[in-house]
């Protein structure tokens, strides 16, 4: 499977932005998927994963309550809407797809990468 990442730009703070993740080949629908992030300098972060049926979902503490991660497996895409968007959210996001059904949280139980899509948050 490929990722190809798109939606990001520049927001003021508060902003939102919805980033879409389009994977074409086989095996999508049977693998959690998540977002992370990399702001510059620092580590690349989780920030959200969704189950194989949907049905789960997980979110990093830092974007709790503002970030909505969905998917569509008929359309082999996976969302991630950012609503009241903050200079902290500044980063390049990656979609991933995971090794595993089940959602999980660490970089390395995920085999599948996109090219990264970048997030400006203005202040």
């Known amino acids: 499977v490929q990722l190809q990442a798109s939606g990001g730009g520049l927001v003021q703070t508060g902003g939102s932005l919805r980033l879409s993740c389009a994977a074409s080949g086989r095996s999508f629908s049977s693998y959690a998927m998540a977002w992370f992030r990399q702001a510059p300098g620092k580590e690349r972060e989780f920030v959200a994963a969704?189950?194989?049926?949907?049905?789960?979902?997980y979110y990093a503490d830092s974007v709790k309550g503002r970030f909505t991660i969905s998917r569509d497996n008929a359309k082999k895409m996976v969302y991630l809407q950012m609503n009241s968007l903050q200079p902290e959210d500044t980063a390049v996001y990656y979609c991933?797809?995971?090794?595993?059904?089940?959602?999980?949280?660490?970089?390395?139980?995920?085999?599948?990468w996109g090219q990264g899509t970048q997030v400006t948050v203005s202040s």
């Open positions: 969704i189950s194989w049926t949907g049905a789960s979902t």
């Open positions: 991933a797809r995971s090794a595993y059904g089940s959602v999980r949280s660490v970089a390395r139980e995920y085999d599948t």
